[in-house]
């Protein structure tokens, strides 16, 4: 169990933890590989989310698992991303948190990897929870704990 004046501190900016769906790089399920290799290349980001038309959360999508798919026994190989299409390749085993999800939990599931995704009770992408955004409060906390409680050895 976590110290409360701990998870206190550290939830103090929770506000600030979620980056909300409209502004997280996405494709869409229906999506080619063409065109998520584009939006991967853009954003430069290791992995996005896949949604469906509802907006609901189905996976994620890298760029390693695309560039897999341009890999033949002649070498690489674009052409064939045109013809498939992002649910063909994308990642479906992924753990998801409710937006009630405390900071343990949260803390908990981001040793491992570098952002969380936020749906809602219907699986509706409701953004991301990074590493970045929990390092920056755990900074936070290291500096300015002193500021709010006294301690001392037991």
Known sequence: MMSQPIEQMLMRNSEDFLIPADIVANVQEENHLDHAFMVLTKVRYAKIPVL?????????????????????????????????????????????????????????????????????????F?????????????????HEFDNFYVTEPK
């Open 126 to 142: 409701l953004g991301i929870v990074t590493r970045r955004e929990l390092l920056k409060s755990m900074n936070y906390l290291s």
């Open 52 to 124: 469906d038309h509802n907006q609901k959360f189905k996976g994620l999508l890298s760029l390693s698992m695309i560039t897999e798919e341009m890999l033949g026994l002649k070498g690489i190989d674009a052409r064939c991303l045109s013809k498939k299409q992002v649910k063909d390749v994308m990642q479906t085993e992924v753990e998801t948190i409710k937006p009630t999800a405390d900071c343990e939990e949260i803390l908990h599931r981001l040793v491992n990897q570098p952002f969380l995704v936020v749906v809602d009770d219907d699986n509706r």
